[in-house]
């Protein structure tokens, strides 16, 4: 059995900066060695067979075609099949209906102790103004449920912009989440 891979990219496609078009990227890919590649939305989402199998060497290998063939250099960070089924089935917003409410920032690791106390105290202030958001530290992923919008939400912003603990993750928002899955599952079957 072949085990799929998915990469995500941070930062491409945004605001006219850092442009991918997904196309060539699924036909850079090929020409690297990466099997069945697809792509999912323009924000940089990869599912393939890698020969490795292993999710970091398939977003190094990603990192360095970004690089060479598109000139842009962006954070990539790579799951396999299984640490995304782990990552789904660990959701602690269960009851979250609207998946674009929901959203799961991949960090590189499993974050410090000193940035988990950065996420509660940002947590905290956020509780203190009344805002609704939520976040839940589980492993190297941070679930961020903003029942108003991830684009309006303070703790989103304080989180994941500039120098916020979540900095160095990639955000990605539920629907994208359960769909890399659907296509990871696909992949499976795939020569």
Do not use: C
């Amino acid at each position: 059995m072949h085990e799929p891979v998915v990469v995500l990219l941070r930062g491409v496609n945004v605001g006219g900066h850092n442009k991918v078009p997904m196309a060539e990227l699924r036909s850079a890919l090929n020409e690297a060695g990466f099997v069945s590649v697809r792509t999912y939305v323009q924000s940089g989402n990869v599912v393939a067979l890698h020969p490795s199998h292993d999710a970091s060497t398939a977003a190094d290998e990603v990192r360095a075609v970004l690089e060479s063939a598109f000139g842009v250099s962006v954070p990539v960070l790579g799951v396999d099949r299984t640490e995304l089924r782990r990552i789904i089935d660990a959701n602690p917003y269960p009851a979250v209906t609207d998946p674009k409410r929901l959203h799961a920032i991949v960090l590189p690791s499993e974050p410090e102790e000193h940035v988990r106390a950065a996420v509660a105290q940002l947590q905290a202030a956020s509780d203190s103004r009344g805002s609704r958001d939520a976040v839940a530290v589980i492993g190297r992923i941070a679930y961020l449920h903003t029942p108003d919008g991830f684009g309006t939400s303070d703790l989103a912003r304080k989180l994941t912009g500039g120098r916020g603990p979540l900095a160095a993750g990639t955000a990605r928002n539920w629907a994208t989440m359960t769909a890399l899955m659907a296509m990871a599952d696909d992949r499976v079957t795939d020569p």
